[in-house]
């Protein structure tokens, strides 16, 4: 994987998946153990969030700094007086020259790949417009890994913004990768996923349902992928408010689901997602959030070093 | 000789047939040439006559034009069956089929305002990847925005679809 850019979940095969989930399993007990790395000594990361975020900046940061590497970052005067400023692919060269790898998060579509082909240095897609996160795929599939020892035969039901959201679409593809037993699509008819997704599914043989409620498929559920349905998809604001409280997951909603079942989110939610299921041994999210380290540093050491 | 009102054209001596386009799209030809017939060329239009291949085609002859390459990329993406002789004195010197690309570059716009290619100051071209051409269906490289036949007739002839 040396030099490679990382722009959709796609792009990688379920071996090369397989080799970086074995790779942050190592980093993960160096962490635990509280070894320090090197790896990436003398390394340096760009990371050039256009667009806010939290913890995938945070945690590549964080994962870059845990191997030894460190990290320059596009300031945020700089992004916010792009209007007037610098062009995206003049930003691009600049940083190209001055690190090792970039992490790129952009609203517009295709700004990433448009960026890996300006750098001669690999690029990472740390989120762009509505389409892809690759990374987080890595991490919730790694998740789902580390939760139920397996990917493979599980029922899944993803939830929410399946249409606008860039993390249930990469979950959803990264799933394809694999052979999950079944994937039910749950969301509001008007937030479907788009049908380039569904004929991908199909091309995979991945068996799928799209399912309008929780109720009625969360007794079979082995996983639980909720996201955000955001209030700016409704023109008409009563719309939402009727779709907001059917796709809200609580202890309440999850009553009838099985044991084991493994509930997802990207974070952060708002309220999609009940504090009451926090205290509940479905509440994998907190653990997915910080498996963000060491998933991200297996994938800084294999694009740097191989 | 596939049909007697094509033998009341008459013969060019010099210049271009375009045959074999999907009936109906003649005139979607003619804009992507550029002619209006207010340039006093000589331009024989012949619309739905039968065809072994399509069922039914069109043909234009145009006197004294050769294509340019850039109307020919154009051309195979509203009439994928089209082949372009051309013509002179009289006889047929040369005969392409047009081929559509296995990807467009530079050609055709987004569909999507949120595409990286409708960036305003940024170098990038647009480029699309053809994923099926009966029915037409162009894939954005960047976005994954679809393009249609509708689509591509619009962009290439700036008038209306469909056909
Ligand atoms: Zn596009």
């Keep these: 994987m040396r030099g490679r850019d990382v722009l959709t979940i796609t792009d990688f095969t379920r071996q090369e998946l397989e080799a970086l989930f074995e790779e942050a399993d190592m980093m993960l007990s160096a962490l635990k153990e509280g070894r320090r790395l090197r790896v990436l000594e003398g390394y340096v990361l760009a990371t050039a969030f256009f667009e806010p975020s939290t913890r995938t900046k945070l945690s590549f940061q964080a994962a870059m700094l845990r191997l030894g590497g460190s990290y320059i970052d596009l300031p945020p005067e700089e992004v916010s007086s792009r209007a007037k400023g610098e062009n995206l692919a003049d930003t691009i060269r600049m940083l190209d020259s001055y690190a090792d790898a970039i992490v790129i998060r952009h609203r517009v579509e295709g700004a990433a790949r448009f960026a890996a082909e300006i750098a001669e240095h690999p690029v990472i897609n740390g989120g762009d417009g509505t389409r892809d996160h690759p990374t987080q795929a890595m991490i919730d599939l790694y998740t789902v890994r580390k939760a139920l020892g397996k990917i493979d035969g599980l029922t899944y039901g993803v939830l929410g913004d399946l249409k606008y959201g860039r993390a249930a679409r990469s979950f959803i593809l990264g799933l394809s990768l694999f052979k999950p037993g079944k994937v039910y699509l749950i969301s509001p008819p008007q937030l479907a996923c788009r049908r380039d997704v569904l004929e991908f599914l199909e091309e995979r043989g991945v068996e799928y349902e799209e399912a309008s409620s929780l109720a009625s498929v969360v007794g079979e559920l082995d996983v639980l992928y909720v996201t955000r349905i955001q209030r700016e998809r409704f023109p008409d604001p009563a719309e939402y408010e009727k779709v907001r409280g059917s796709y809200r997951v609580s202890l309440e909603a999850l009553k009838g689901a099985r044991e084991h079942l493994v509930v997802l989110h990207p974070l952060p939610r708002v309220d999609e997602l009940a504090f009451d299921v926090d205290a509940t041994k479905h509440a994998w999210y907190f653990t997915q959030a910080a498996f963000g380290v060491p998933v991200r540093m297996a994938l800084l050491k294999m694009i740097l070093k191989g | ?163």
């Design chain 2, 1 to 163: 000789m596939e049909s007697s009102r094509e033998l009341r054209v008459s013969k060019i001596r010099e210049g271009t047939v375009i045959d074999h386009i999907d009936a109906g799209r003649a005139l979607h030809v003619l804009r992507i040439l550029g002619l209006t017939g207010a340039e006093g060329l000589t331009i024989a239009v012949v619309m739905n006559v039968p065809s072994q291949k399509l069922g039914k085609k069109d043909i234009v002859k145009v006197e004294g034009v050769e294509l340019r390459e850039e109307q020919v990329s154009k051309i195979a993406l509203i009439a994928p069956s089209a082949t372009i002789n051309i013509i002179r004195d009289y006889a047929v010197v040369e005969k392409v089929k047009v081929r559509v690309p296995p990807a467009v570059e530079g050609l055709l716009k987004c569909v999507n305002p949120n595409c990286v290619t409708n960036m305003p100051r940024e170098p990038v071209r647009s480029r699309f990847k053809v994923v099926s051409v009966r029915p037409l269906k162009l894939v954005c490289e960047y976005c994954g925005a679809e393009l249609n036949q509708d689509d591509v007739i619009k962009q290439l002839t700036g008038g209306g679809g469909s056909a």
